[in-house]
């Protein structure tokens, strides 16, 4: 599975931006629309941090405290596309932010952890401006 995080920039504090991960099918198929994508962040000098993830069905989401009610995250498995709309931007937000394929396919419950989480992309970049 190889995913491309893309639609990070610069906006002003109370901004929206949204950002996007695709996957690209490879020898598995059926591995990527079935394993649950996260989206992680991490500010300059700061560990990693979960801030969303969605199931591989859909169904369930699980949000960061810190980004709850702010953020919403939504995936396209005709597309093989997990969309994060970002709103009322703060400058807390400003970090590198990665999407993830979960290591198991068809979680019972919607992995929130980095262990969780085999494949990576590559981080875009969200800078918010005060």
């Known amino acids: 599975v190889q995913l491309q995080a893309f639609g990070g920039g610069l906006v002003q504090a109370g901004g929206s931006l949204s950002l996007s991960c695709a996957a690209s099918?490879?020898?598995?198929?059926?591995?990527?629309?079935?394993?649950?994508i996260g989206w992680f962040r991490q500010g300059p000098g700061k560990e990693r941090e979960f801030v969303a993830a969605?199931?591989?069905?859909?169904?369930?989401?699980v949000y960061a405290d810190s980004v709850k009610g702010r953020f919403t995250i939504s995936r396209d498995n005709v597309k093989n596309t997990v969309t994060l709309a970002m709103n009322s931007l703060k400058p807390e937000d400003t970090a590198a932010y990665y999407c993830?394929?979960?290591?198991?396919?068809?979680?019972?419950?919607?992995?929130?952890?980095?262990?969780?989480?085999?494949?990576w992309g590559q981080g875009t970049l969200v800078t918010v401006s005060s």
């Open positions: 969605i199931s591989w069905s859909g169904d369930r989401t």
């Open positions: 993830a394929a979960s290591r198991i396919p068809k979680r019972a419950v919607v992995a929130t952890t980095r262990y969780e989480y085999a494949y």
């Open positions: 099918r490879l020898t598995f198929s059926y591995l990527d629309i079935a394993l649950d």
